[in-house]
């Protein structure tokens, strides 16, 4: 495989970018080398600037949904362009993209349209604050909210794949409200009830995790949490910046039976494009400027860009309802990898959702962070460059969640069935 283009953009872009990226997984740390620069995508697959076609299971790390250059997007992408594309005032769109968004979710009665996940989600966090009057949030360990300093805790995928437990630069200040229950582990978020019964504001959690890699909440567990929650007046944020239409039209949370007060977006609901939002029932938003006394803003929040491209990709996934299809799909690359697994004597588990998976290179059943960390990294690095050698691009880091698309053929998950095979015998053979 011939990266000669690729490195030498890497070389130049560290003149000026630091690391020669612009959010530290791209590097390619974790698996060492050098990572490669994308000159563009279409359908299923992205071309890097030396002329390698790869089937992409990054998918921008969600938001492509669609796939690449889907035509309805970019058919509402170009008539947006006519008119402009940055105004400081309300358009039409963001009412026609939150009309679509709360009728997906039915707790939900209003929206607020921000930047990124992150916003969204500190937004969220000063939200379940102001309408508790309390301050302490509940974390799990291994959940990635974004990069806000009060969140940066036990954060998973990113800080995972450098072996971090957090990052330099949040004071303990910043993080002192915030306290740390593992995922599926019930009677440690009861302890924190009890340690603090009047103090917190809420708990915030994944329905499906995603940025230990893939891994899926058990029934008891999401059961218990929402007792203890209305127990003692704790709101239940869900992020499903990473999960929101990705699985069915709507929330994963309606999938595991999950109620949320207080939901945040981000990544499809922008079509490729910078969006974050958070919404709940009018009681709760009531407390959101200029209507409450919480403030939030933002100079380009519901851009006409994002708005448009999200409109389009939700239509359009309405339209197609790939859901069933990604399901069939994900199971055929489940069974593929236990199928070659087994034949090269590798040990694996499979974890996945919808149109998400995780192959975590382990014996041991993955189901929170602490099982996900047993997992050999060693193995995955030797993996990721197999199955980049045959075509396939995967999110370097084996804390990281694969995404299905709908333009993905069946032609291209026999190729990467293909793929697997070898790779995994790479593995075997290392």
């Not at 800080?159 to 019930?186: C, H, M, Q, R, W």
């Not at 995790?209 to 929402?226: C, D, K, S, Y």
């Not at 007060?261 to 922008?270: C, E, M, P, Q, V």
Request: hydrophobic share 45%; with cysteine.
């Amino acid at each position: 495989m011939k990266t000669t283009k690729s490195a030498e953009l890497y070389a130049k872009a560290q003149q000026h970018l630091v690391g020669g990226v612009n959010s530290p997984v791209r590097a390619f740390k974790s698996v060492g080398g050098s990572p490669i620069f994308i000159e563009k995508g279409l359908g299923s697959k992205i071309y890097d600037v030396d002329g390698n076609e790869y089937i992409d299971f990054v998918q921008a790390y969600g938001p492509m949904i669609l796939g690449h250059r889907a035509p309805a997007v970019e058919s509402a992408l170009e008539e947006t362009l006519k008119v402009g594309y940055a105004f400081g005032a309300t358009t039409e769109l963001e009412i026609q993209l939150a009309e679509i968004v709360c009728d997906a979710f039915p707790h939900m009665d209003k929206v607020r349209f921000v930047n990124s996940g992150t916003e969204a989600v500190f937004s969220a966090l000063r939200l379940a604050r102001a309408y508790t009057g309390k301050d302490k949030i509940i974390k799990f360990s291994g959940c990635y909210h974004g990069h806000a300093d009060s969140l940066l805790v036990a954060a998973g995928s990113g800080v995972a794949t450098f072996s971090l437990p957090d990052s330099k630069g949040v004071p303990a200040d910043a993080v002192k409200n915030t306290i740390i229950a593992e995922y599926n582990n019930l009677e440690s978020v009861k302890a924190l009830v009890e340690a603090f019964p009047n103090d917190i504001a809420a708990m915030i959690i994944e329905p499906i995790a995603g940025n230990m890699g893939v891994v899926l909440p058990e029934p008891a567990f999401i059961e218990g949490i929402q007792k203890l929650a209305r127990e003692n007046n704790i709101l239940i944020i869900v992020d499903e910046v990473m999960t929101g239409f990705r699985s069915k039209f709507g929330g994963a949370q309606d999938l595991i039976g999950l109620k949320a007060d207080i939901t945040t977006f981000g990544k499809i609901i922008g079509g490729g494009f910078p969006v974050g939002a958070y919404g709940a029932r009018d009681e709760i938003m009531q407390k959101v400027s200029p209507l409450g006394d919480m403030y939030q803003a933002g100079t380009l929040s519901g851009n006409p860009m994002s708005m448009s491209a999200g409109l389009a990709t939700l239509k359009e996934l309405k339209k197609q309802n790939p859901y069933a299809q990604f399901e069939k799909n994900a199971a055929f690359l489940e069974e593929t990898f236990y199928q070659a697994a087994k034949k090269h004597g590798v040990d694996i588990q499979v974890n996945r959702f919808g149109s998400m998976l995780t192959p975590f290179f382990t014996a041991e059943k993955v189901t929170n962070f602490k099982t996900a960390q047993q997992a050999d990294t060693q193995k995955f690095k030797t993996f990721f460059w197999a199955m980049m050698e045959k075509g396939v691009f995967l999110p370097p880091s084996q804390f990281e969640s694969w995404f299905l698309s709908s333009a993905m053929t069946q032609e291209d998950l026999q190729k990467v069935a293909t793929a697997i095979d070898y790779a995994l015998q790479q593995v075997a053979n290392s």
